[in-house]
């Protein structure tokens, strides 16, 4: 499973955990944060470099993707780019993500430093349940540097991070942040298979109206999708108490994948079943 925009993993934990033990889940963390490299610069240098990684892992075919918020953008061009190998892709789960299509997102080109620490506090807040104290007049006041200390201090504070990790630890995920919040993306082609969204009723009013009328927030121009709405919003659907009701409908729609999956002579699956 492909996180949303900074690549962090540890907001899917509870979903993971909802899933159960019977059900394989591996969660797909950006590069960059380590600060070893930058963070990929596109959508298709993302679902790449995954894509590589679970072939060297040797999981297996069918692969069933999925991602949220701009994960699932990335994880639709991984299977696109695993089906251009010839794998098989069992279904590829897009939890609370549009399709892309021009003119959306919001114009990030004036924020600075500060609106940005706002905007990944927020993200922080919502998808954690920590009480992230920031306030944005403090922030206003202080110095770039002083303020990347103001954030890890905050952090420090809920326990995500230490204090001695330091200034270079809060700007390398704020980078990616950024990195990841700026991106656009365009699919080469259509899915053979098969896209289960599952949407909340929230949504971006700076969406284009055919997006926001639109069940399948436009997927169903990029391949065969089925739609169902989940509690919660963007931000609370992969925390408690909806996070349940969202695992129950990813299984269901898991176990339905896997019925139209290949099978061997003995009437095995062939392989695969996990969610990546």
Known sequence: CVPGAGGNVIYLHQLARRLGRNQPFYGLQAVGLDGRIPPHKSVEEMASHNVEVIERAKYGPPYMLGGHSLGGWVAFEMALQLEARGHKVGAVVVLDTPAPEAGMGQDTSAWDQA?????????????????????????????PDQQLAYLVTEL??????????GLEEVERILQVFMAHSQLSYGPASPLAAPILLLRTESHDPEWPQTII????????????????IVPGTHLTMLAEPFVEELARRLSAGLAEASVSAPRTASGQLASGGRMT
């Open 115 to 143: 609106r940005w620490i706002v905007e990944f506090s927020d993200r922080v807040r919502h998808l954690l349940r920590e009480d992230l104290q920031i306030d944005v007049q403090v922030l206003e006041d202080l110095s």
């Open 213 to 228: 009328d639109d069940r399948h927030w436009g997927w169903d121009a990029h391949g065969s999708v089925t739609s169902e």
């Open 156 to 165: 420090a504070r809920i326990h995500l991070l230490s204090s001695a990790e």
